[in-house]
């Protein structure tokens, strides 16, 4: 079953915007990570934050989580066409750290 | 490494045909799954494993899917008899238990099935 939900489910900006994704979720998490999956593509993992951490950077990658909220929003700066593809979160829970449930995604379409 | 390699990368068959799909992890993980993706119900897992065990099979959709891993560099998932219903992406992915659960996917297959 989908544990995260994302928001938007889809995002359509110019380049050099900056693009919003959020990501609820249910349970109590180890990590939570966000993937990529251009069209036809497997998915491709971007970043990981761990429970115990607020916000990470990764190039134009930010990424926050609030763990009382059960919630996470990723944040690409200064996009470019290159970006456009899908997003996913991915919680690993607590006791099954190996184990991802990934959310429904949002698709980003940059465009010039 | 080359990744996680899946083959056949397109697969169209008819009803009632057997599918075999075939994956060969990151050598030296030790965590496979095993995922369809479709439009309406997006990423799901079916089945993982870890050191070539099943761990979890509660998303194989019913017993026309069977997976099995027979060594460490290499697993299959097999739908007989397929329907058209089974038509999908199918994804393998591996991980390694030491990096938090990261997962290396390969490219998919995808199944039509007529």
């Known amino acids: 079953s989908q544990q995260g939900e994302e928001d938007p489910q889809a995002l359509s900006i110019q380049e050099g915007e900056n693009a919003t994704m959020n990501c609820s979720y249910k349970t109590s998490i180890n990590n939570l990570q966000w993937y990529r999956q251009n069209s036809g593509r497997g998915l491709v993992h971007l970043i990981l934050?761990?429970?115990?951490?607020r916000e990470k950077h990764s190039g134009r990658l930010r990424v926050t989580l609030d763990t009382s909220k059960k919630s996470s929003s990723l944040l690409i700066t200064a996009s470019r066409a290159a970006d456009t593809a899908s997003y996913f979160c991915?919680?690993?829970?607590?006791?099954?750290?190996?184990?991802?449930?990934f959310g429904t995604g949002t698709r980003l379409q940059v465009t010039l | 490494d080359a990744g996680v390699i899946q083959s056949p990368r397109h697969e169209v068959t008819e009803m009632g045909q057997e599918v075999t799909l075939r994956c060969k992890p990151i050598s030296g993980h030790d965590y496979l799954f095993w995922y369809r993706q479709t439009m309406m119900r997006g990423l799901e897992l079916l089945i993982y494993?870890?050191?070539?065990?099943?761990?979890?099979d509660s998303g194989m959709p019913e017993d026309r899917f069977s997976a099995k891993m027979p060594n460490a560099s290499f697993s299959t998932l097999k739908i007989q008899p397929s329907e058209p219903r089974d038509s999908a992406v199918y994804f393998c992915?591996?991980?390694?238990?030491?990096?938090?659960?990261?997962?290396?996917f390969g490219a998919g297959t995808r199944l039509s099935v007529l």
């Open positions: 991915a919680t690993a829970n607590t006791g099954t750290a190996s184990k991802l449930t």
């Open positions: 494993f870890n050191n070539n065990v099943p761990i979890d």
């Open positions: 934050i761990r429970s115990n951490e």
């Open positions: 992915a591996s991980s390694f238990a030491w990096t938090s659960g990261i997962q290396y």
